[in-house]
């Protein structure tokens, strides 16, 4: 098994540009999740689907970001307009049913808006 | 969701257990305890869970109080990979739950 899949591993993009991470994961996963990660604020949950509907979206922290998953096996987090601010590394994992035995991580993507 | 408190760092020789203590006193009968780690630059990773029995694994062991107010992650024998950040969460066993870290335990392995 691949794991959790996330491209691009590396981003930098002009403030004010669109900017779209995607996520491949774990055949047999009914549970999606999106976190960021930053110095300042930690890990932080955006969103969470469950057989690719989303069922909290609450952590998404703007308009400016939106989370979509068309079939089981592919996940995007969109962002426009870009800013400085959205600077971090953000996370895909996925899950079998509640989680219980885990949530398998990809290994990120690094997003710089300079 | 029950609250978590890990000290901020900690530091561990190489070859040594490592014990990583968790505070957990509002704990609910049906939260369980999981213990997830990030090495630099890689995704958290899953160790170990337990609900109110000790739990062993290849990675680690975990210890629960009998009263499940506090818990210990033990690392039998540290290696210099096992630098990281170990978070420590709980977490009820109903459908839609969603993991959230706190700041977790800065472990650093020395040689």
């Known amino acids: 098994d691949a794991g959790v899949i996330q491209s691009p591993r590396h981003e930098v993009t002009e403030m004010g540009q669109e900017v779209t991470l995607r996520c491949k994961p774990i055949?047999?996963?009914?549970?999606l999740f999106w976190y960021r990660q930053t110095m300042m604020r930690g890990l932080e949950l955006l969103i969470y689907f469950n057989n690719n509907v989303p069922i909290d979206d609450s952590g998404m922290p703007e308009d400016r970001f939106s989370a979509k998953m068309p079939n089981a096996s592919f996940s995007t987090l969109k962002i426009q307009p870009s800013e400085p601010r959205d600077s971090a590394v953000y996370f895909c994992?996925?899950?079998?049913?509640?989680?219980?035995?885990?949530?398998?991580f990809g290994s990120g993507t690094r997003l710089t808006v300079v | 969701d029950a609250k978590t408190t890990q000290p901020p760092s900690m530091d561990c020789a190489e070859g040594r257990a490592a014990n990583l203590p968790c505070n957990h006193s509002?704990?609910?009968?049906?939260?369980?305890v999981y213990w997830y780690r990030q090495i630099h630059s890689q995704g958290p990773q899953y160790i170990i869970h337990?609900?109110?029995n000790n739990e062993t694994n290849e990675m680690a062991s975990l210890i629960i109080t009998e009263d499940r107010k506090s818990s210990t992650l033990i690392l039998p024998h540290a290696t210099l990979r096992d630098t990281a950040v170990y978070y420590c969460i709980v977490l009820p066993q109903n459908a839609g739950n969603m993991l959230t870290f706190g700041g977790g335990t800065r472990l650093m392995v020395k040689p």
């Open positions: 337990g609900l109110k």
């Open positions: 055949s047999g996963h009914n549970s």
């Open positions: 509002t704990i609910s009968g049906n939260e369980y």
């Open positions: 994992a996925s899950s079998l049913g509640q989680g219980t035995n885990g949530y398998t």
